[in-house]
C-alpha cells in the first residue's frame, strides 16, 4: 500500500489538472531538469512564455520548459496543489501581491501572502538582475523584500470609439463627465446605439465599477477606509453619484447587453452596433481581428474634474517556488527575461505596458492611444477594495447590476444605496460576533 500511494497521489493531481482544464505545452524530457510555468489562459501572453522557453531552451539545453495554463478562475487552487506537491518552479499572478492582509479590515490572507509568510515564494532582493524591472518590482514587494517581477501593466479605465465615426459627426473625445453625458445623447440624437459591452460573462460589465469609482473619487484608498471606519456610506452624495453613473452606462449600452458574450462585443462594435466600448486596452487586439481597417481610439473614462488619467494594474508577475530543487532553472528563466532584446520580443507579444524602461514599442495603438495617459498609472479600485467576509449581493459599487436599467429587481439609485449600506454593515457586525 505504501508503494501504491506515490502512484495514487500522481493520479489524483493528473485528475486535478485535466478537470480544472489545465493545458500543458512542453513536457519534461528524460535526462534534463524540470522548469514547470503555470499561468493563466490568455493566448497572448501564453504565446509570449513559450516563445522565450524556446529561446531559453535553446541556450540551456539542459533544462526542458513545460508551461501549464489553466482558466483565471481556477488558477489559484491549480497553484495550491501544484506547490504543495513541489511540482511547479514558476508561477503568474494577476495585478501582483495586493489586498494584503490588515487590522482595520479583518479578512484572509490573500494565497500570495500565505505562501510568502510560509516560505514558499523565493526572495529575489539580492539578484543581481532583478533591479533592471524599474517598478517592475513595485507590485511584488512585501514587506521590504521583492518576491517577483510583474512584466507589464494593463489598463483597464477606458473607452474604445469608432474614430471615423466620431469625425464624420464631429463629436470630440470628452473630457469631463458631463461631456460624456452630452456625448452620449448626440449619438443617440443620429439614432446610433452610444456604446455596447460583453455583459452575458460578468466579469466584464461589472469591472466596470473602476471606471465609475475613478470618475468620482480617482484617490479612492482613503474611501475604502472611511467605509469600514463608518465615516463614509453607501447612501452619502458621492456614493450616489457613483451608483447613478452606474445607471447611466446601463441606460446607454444596446439593448439586451446582459446576453451580450465578451466574445462577441469586439466584433458588434466593430461591425458598426454602437459607438463606443467601455474595456481594457488588452481587447484591441480582437477589435482589429475583427476587421483590420477599423479605425479605433481610445480615450479614459472621464471625471467630475478634466485631466482624469488611466487607472490598471499589473497584468501578469512571475513568482518562484524556493522550495523547488529545481529553482536554479527557474531564476535562469528570470534572468533570460531580463535581457532587453528577449524583454521587448515579450513585452510586444503580450501588448502590454513595459515596466522595463528603454523599451521600444512596436504597438502603434500602445504608442498613440494609451502611453499618453498611463504615466504613472494607479491601481484600480478593485485592487485596493476589501470586502469584508460574508459580504451581501447589494455591498459593492458594482451593484448597478442590480437596478431596473439593467434588468434587476432595484427601483432606484436611491434605494440601491441603501441595500448597499445595509449589507456592507450586517457582514460588518457578523465579523464582531
Known sequence: MRKLLP???????????????????????????PLRI????NPASVEAIKTLSTKFMAAYPDISVEVTDIESNQV???????????????????????????????????????????????????????????????????????????????????????????????????????????LCAAIKAKGITPMTVGAADGWPYTMLMNDIVASVEPDHEGLIRALWSGERKFTDAKSLEI????????????????????????????????AMMPDGNWNVTEILKADPNFQVGYFPMPGT????????????????????????????????????????????????????????ISNKFLNEEILPYAANLKPLWELNWRAPTGLGQYGEYSAYQYLRSAGGPVASVNELAQLAQKDFDDAKAAIKK
Open 7 to 33: 502512484f495514487l497521489l500522481i493520479l489524483t493531481l493528473a485528475a486535478q489538472v485535466f478537470a480544472a482544464g489545465g493545458r500543458q505545452q512542453g513536457g519534461a524530457q528524460a535526462g534534463k531538469t
Open 38 to 41: 503555470v499561468t493563466w489562459t
Open 243 to 274: 451608483f447613478r453613473r452606474g445607471e447611466f452606462l446601463n441606460q446607454n449600452f444596446e439593448d439586451g447587453f446582459k446576453s451580450i458574450p465578451y466574445s462577441a462585443a469586439p466584433g458588434r462594435f466593430a461591425a458598426g452596433r454602437a
Open 76 to 182: 489559484d487552487g491549480l497553484i495550491r496543489t501544484r506547490m504543495a506537491a513541489n511540482d511547479v518552479e514558476i508561477i503568474s499572478h494577476q495585478g501582483g501581491l495586493t489586498r494584503a492582509q490588515v487590522d482595520w479590515a479583518p479578512g484572509e490572507k490573500p494565497m500570495w501572502q500565505e505562501m510568502i509568510d510560509a516560505g514558499n515564494y523565493q526572495d529575489l532582493s539580492g539578484e543581481s538582475w532583478q533591479s533592471a524591472w524599474g517598478n517592475g518590482t513595485d507590485s511584488c514587494t512585501y514587506n521590504g523584500r521583492v518576491y517577483g517581477i510583474s512584466v507589464g501593466s494593463t489598463v483597464v479605465t477606458g473607452v474604445f470609439y469608432n474614430k471615423k465615426l466620431f469625425a464624420d459627426n464631429g463629436w470630440q473625445v470628452p473630457k469631463t463627465w458631463a461631456e460624456f453625458e452630452r
Open 305 to 360: 474634474e478634466p485631466g482624469l488619467q488611466f487607472q490598471g494594474k499589473s497584468d501578469l508577475s512571475f513568482h518562484v517556488n524556493a522550495k523547488s530543487p529545481y529553482k536554479d532553472g527557474a531564476l535562469k528563466w528570470l534572468e533570460f527575461l531580463t535581457d532587453k532584446t528577449n524583454y521587448t520580443d515579450f513585452i510586444n507579444t503580450i501588448g502590454f505596458i513595459p515596466t522595463m524602461e528603454g523599451v521600444t
